[in-house]
């Protein structure tokens, strides 16, 4: 799998799972909040990067930009704290709306990981 469907993957996964978020938390020493919204809005979804279209079908990219509209449109409500954000009702609409996506392109679940070098 290449890198900008691994990351978008594997990013809406973490999205979607409370439980993977106060993982996250745990583990990084890092504000969860702001690294939710950094890492899809700064590092991962571009939507006019050729290398990212082309790792996607055309269903999947329309899907990943109607994402990015529906959690663009809620930033503002959103607290910059995890116990915040897990408190909010427009989190749970964005966390609700990344699983619709997984479901739609059957990626719930996946851990998607980098090809190797090798193979």
């Excluded at 790792?55 to 959103?78: C, G, I, M, P, T």
């Excluded at 966390?95 to 070098?117: F, H, N, Q, T």
């Amino acid at each position: 799998m290449g890198p900008h469907r691994v990351n978008i993957i594997n990013f809406l996964n973490l999205i979607a799972s409370r439980s993977e978020q106060l993982e996250y938390q745990e583990s990084a020493p890092v504000n969860v909040a702001n690294e939710l919204v950094n890492q899809w809005f700064d590092d991962f979804y571009h939507p006019a990067d050729a290398q990212l279209a082309s790792q996607f079908s055309a269903d999947e990219l329309v899907l990943l930009k109607q994402f990015d509209a529906y959690y663009n449109e809620r930033l503002a409500l959103l607290p910059d704290s995890l116990d915040g954000l897990l408190k909010t009702h427009a989190w749970d609409e964005v966390m609700a709306y990344a699983g619709g996506v997984l479901d739609a392109c059957k990626w719930r679940g996946i851990e998607a990981r980098y090809e190797s070098p090798e193979g």
